[in-house]
DNA sequence: TGCGCGGACTTGTCATAACAAGTTATTCGA
DNA sequence: TCGAATAACTTGTTATGACAAGTCCGCGCA
């Protein structure tokens, strides 16, 4: 029914489903300044009348919007548009390069190791693999404008690390290699985090004194499936880095204070 | 028309949404192994069928449970249950006494100070306010089992400060109390993070030695309007505590593999 | 003047219906 | 026997319709 609607028509591509395009259509209104920040944005019918489509096409769209933090709704008043936002979608899973090169930083790897070999325990159970099965090991000092900032080690079954072009470690981060050239998919990742104190190999690799603050992040990362795929150890320099992210409230069910 | 399904009358509150009730009814049968991990669940219209609600409601149900990571779905196959999962949905912004009690830790808050004071450069800046408009900060030391494993510096606008009860700062976190008793539903908050060394203050307050290895995060949380609200500065023991949680990977605008 | 009540908005929830698109197993034809 | 078409599933998208619940404004009554 909406075939003919110029509004739409100006996206990119028809093949994808409605309620994309239309969330991107408002998306660039709200970045644009159509919408300004803290202003109103149209009613939902409104928006229905505006661009003919269902109520439900335009509330998956302005849902879409809500989770990336763009819009907020208040029910009974309206849609409002969410103030500047400092920083967007930090939460999303996202390789160390991947994030510094969004803002401008300059990266490099330093490759000191790659090779397979058995999984240990450990590494195996992360991974899901039995013990002694082949993974591929990769151990990495990433240099941010020539500085180390961070001791990387990395593990991931033989079958995928072997797809891993060692050339392109140096630049491009693995889970962009893991998506774009092996066809994998990214889900979610766990991680943990705490502070340790530099030991002699971290000394050696990220160029500071013994006992200084290091931060340690465990992550094991999994593909949309939900097999794990990417188990690493970052250790990153307390003075020279900071961890950013954003989280989002969960949406709360009643009120189970 | 679903009013008399014994399955759904089981919940606890009937005057909660249906999909809510079909959620949670839902997560407690993947929990408790019903739905086994990497397990087919239902169909849609078996579920459906089975609670003698319509699509939209399984739908909006399943919907939430996948957002928490519980379930995945596959276009074609089914909707399965995601691997044992160590640790749900720590991805949401919590409060640590949230998150601990989930754990089934008992979580004591020591106030050490709660007063009113002008606000400073730096946290004016933080909360939006001009330097020297009148703030609210809390000190406190979080035990969890007896330990000392936090301390935690809060700053909030004195207007909303004065509607905390210094009571219940002792048991309740003040998400919760900022969120319940004060009418201020929470977004999403920015957080840096880095690793640093106990100063004499640290020492003292979480009972380790000099030099021991502190993460700190620096957390201002947002309004569901975006308005900042609690600008905080926690350190945590490096050897007695991990800050875990998950990140999902963005979704990718269309060449989704 | 002031208070309450209702009407006109808003978003939230839910049902019914249909078709598209991806997966799998079966069946039929070469 | 092997392969392709197909039927029977699955989840994904979208429309239409309805009522509930929250917010706000103004009208009328005391």
């Known amino acids: 029914m909406s075939k003919s609607n110029p509004a739409l028509m100006l996206l990119p591509d028809a093949p994808s489903p409605l309620y994309a395009r239309l969330t991107e259509l408002l998306r660039l209104r709200i970045l644009d300044g159509t919408y300004p920040p803290h202003g109103r944005m149209p009613s939902e019918s409104e928006l229905c009348a505006m661009f003919g489509v269902s109520r ?5 769209a302005l849902g ?3 989770k990336a933090g763009l819009i907020f709704r208040i029910h009974g008043k309206g849609t409002f548009v969410s103030r500047p936002k400092a920083f967007q979608n930090v939460t999303a899973l996202e390789g160390f390069g991947e994030a510094m090169s969004r803002m401008g930083y300059e990266i490099i790897n330093r490759v000191d190791r790659l090779h397979d070999l058995p999984a240990d325990a450990r590494v195996a159970q992360k991974l ?3 013990e002694g099965d082949p993974v591929t090991e990769i151990r990495r000092v990433r240099l941010l404008n020539r500085e180390p900032v961070s001791l990387e080690l990395t593990w991931l079954p033989a079958a995928l690390g072997e797809r891993l072009n060692r050339h392109e470690l140096v630049t ?3 889970f962009l290699m893991l998506e774009n050239d092996c066809g994998v998919p990214l889900g979610h990742a766990d991680i943990a985090m705490d502070a340790v104190l530099a030991d002699e190999d971290l ?3 990220l160029q500071i004194e013994e006992g200084a603050p290091v ?3 465990e992550r094991l990362t999994h ?3 939900g097999r794990p795929v990417d188990y690493e150890h970052l250790y990153f320099r307390g003075d020279a880095f900071q961890y950013r992210f954003r989280v989002d ?3 709360r069910r009643e009120g189970r204070a």
């Open 215 to 217: 931060m340690h992040i």
């Open 64 to 66: 879409d919007l809500q």
């Open 56 to 60: 439900i096409t335009v509330r998956q």
């Open 223 to 225: 593909a949309a499936d």
């Open 172 to 174: 491009r981060d693995i």
């Open 249 to 251: 409230r969960a949406p």
């Open 203 to 205: 000394m050696q690799a």
């Open 128 to 130: 899901g693999l039995a």
